[in-house]
């Protein structure tokens, strides 16, 4: 790497700290006007240093920044900085992970990773996993799997059969992409309805099943979600457990979005039943914090991994045993190193602070409950135990709310909807916030509220009078 380029990050990086303490949200450059504004185009000439600094510099300024105290829109948010540093020498490094020839000691890494959260899953020696770019993918791997285990020859042949498989109406989107990926088909999805927790009720999960068996089709793979995508909601393992079981149906545990609770000693058991599943999967990038994108896919016997995801490649796998080249149990081919990120902050940490992280995130999250129950003129409609903390705040459109808040560079928060609520969703998962910081956001969108109350809540006032 050019010193020179490597001075221009230091600088870069240093001043966009300072900015985000400055202004912790960027104005938003509008769509259309992206081109206009910033130097995006790329050219038939070289550009001079001075002008290629500028535009990236600039480019990097009008950069949403996640990592501010007012970034809580997505379900990842902060900057842990040994992670980042992991991540940076990653880069720098540029190994693939599919060999131990090409990657050497990052093998045990990642390695050590997969083997330390089987240990927390309570899953013996036969378990294996690997590292994916993110829980869409991790859900992909688990359902192929799934699919491979019900019927070996579909791997050769194809799915002729009409496959099912199940998984709550809140859960996230990927479950149905990836059945159409997959080639069972979005229509063979079927969506289990949830309690008004949020929670996969089993016994419609059971009738599901059977009419399906009574109707032909074959039912294969269950995804309870630990941590649903807007209510942060836990499916109850033990119970579709043992459905799956009478059923021969492969268990999978998406826990993208909060499966990291199996870190805490105190909140471990909303995942009760971790064991009985076939796969767990858990992003790293949300609540623990690593840089995107960074998501550990455990699996309870390796044979499944391998089944499904192994193939012989003379030109590739030249030296070592299979063992250590992870190519033979990934999805692709080159793989960055997502592992060092999160080895370099698990390290750093250790298991018990990895566990503070996740007990911080629930704590910053009844904190926002009890500002929300203390505030008449607030309607929540979260529960206990989850890091989505969502409400309304005086009637207002919580569409035109959040979008107004991000046009005016106040807050960046998003909406959701649960059954036929719509809200603000507020997610506590940035471990680095204190109390402090969650009451400013509350303080924050009332004061925007204050200032712009004829036009946020015009239509109340009209409805009313
Ligand atoms: C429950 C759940 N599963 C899967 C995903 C997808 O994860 P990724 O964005 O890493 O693909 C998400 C993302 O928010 C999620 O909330």
Redesign the pocket.
Known sequence: MQKQDLDQFRQIVEQLLKKEQSEPIVEPIPADELWNRLDISLNEEPLADEQFYNALQQLVYNTPRTASKKFFN??FAGRKSKSVLGDLLSIVLNNSMYTYKVAGPMVGVEKEIIHRTSDLLGYDKQADGTIV???????FMAMVMGRDRFQDSIRDEGVSKKMTLYTSED??Y?IAKNASLMGTGREQVRFVETDETGRMIPSDLKRLVQEDISNGFQPFFVNV?????VMGAFDPIPEVSAICKEFNLWLHI?????GAVVFSKEYKRLVNGVELADSF?V?A??MLGTP??C?VLIVKDKVDLNRSFSTDADYLYQTDGDDFNLGKISLQCGRKNDALKLWTLWKSLGTSGLAKMVDHQFYLADVARKYIQDHPDYTLYSYEDSVSICFNYKGIDPKKLCTRLYEEAALMVGYGTFKHDTFVRFVTVNADNSEEDIIAFFKDLEAFVDAHEAELMGDQKLSAS
């Open positions: 997505q379900l770019t993110g829980g869409s993918l991790a859900n859960c996230h990927s979600t630990a941590g649903t995508t998406d826990g993208a979005y909060c999967n992003n990038h949300k995107l994108t998501s």
